[in-house]
C-alpha cells in the first residue's frame, strides 16, 4: 500500500492532505495580495505626484466614497463582508492620502 492510499483511508491523515493543500492556496492568495498591492500603490503613488505638481489636494473624498461603494458591491458579489472590505479600503486610502501628502511637502 503506498502512502496515496494510506491517506486516502486514514481520515486524519487525508485531514492533514487537505490542510496543506488549502495552507498551500492560502500562501498563494497572500502573494497575490502582496503584489497587487504594491502594484496599486505604484499608480497611487503617480497620481500623488500627479496632485502635487498641479496643485491638487491629497484627499479625494467624493472619489473615495465612490470606491468604497463600488467595493462593498463587488464584496457582496464575491460573497465577502462588504464591512470587512469597507475596512481594508478605508485603511488603504488612508495609507494612499499620506503618501499623497508626502509629496506636497
Same mark, same amino acid.
Given at each position: 500500500?503506498?502512502?496515496?492510499? #494510506?491517506?486516502?483511508?486514514?481520515?486524519?491523515?487525508?485531514a492533514? #492532505?487537505?490542510l496543506?493543500?488549502h495552507?498551500?492556496?492560502i500562501?498563494r492568495l497572500d502573494?497575490?495580495?502582496?503584489y497587487?498591492l504594491a502594484?496599486?500603490f505604484?499608480?497611487?503613488?503617480?497620481v500623488?505626484?500627479?496632485k502635487?505638481r498641479? #496643485?491638487l489636494?491629497?484627499?479625494?473624498?467624493?472619489?473615495?466614497?465612490q470606491?468604497?461603494?463600488?467595493?462593498?458591491r463587488?464584496?457582496?458579489?464575491?460573497d465577502?463582508d462588504? #464591512?470587512?472590505a469597507?475596512?481594508?479600503?478605508?485603511?488603504v486610502?488612508?495609507?494612499?492620502i499620506?503618501?499623497?501628502?508626502?509629496?506636497?511637502?
Open positions: 500500500m503506498d502512502a496515496a492510499t #494510506d491517506n486516502a483511508t486514514d481520515p486524519v491523515a487525508r492533514a #492532505d487537505l496543506r493543500d495552507r498551500a492556496s500562501d502573494a497575490i495580495l502582496v497587487t502594484e496599486r505604484k499608480h497611487t503613488q503617480s500623488g505626484r500627479l502635487a498641479h #496643485d489636494p491629497p484627499s479625494d473624498p467624493a472619489r473615495e466614497a470606491q468604497i461603494e463600488r467595493l462593498e463587488l464584496a457582496r458579489e464575491a465577502l462588504p #464591512d470587512f469597507r475596512k481594508l479600503l478605508n485603511f486610502i488612508a495609507e494612499v499620506r503618501h499623497h501628502e508626502t509629496f506636497q511637502s
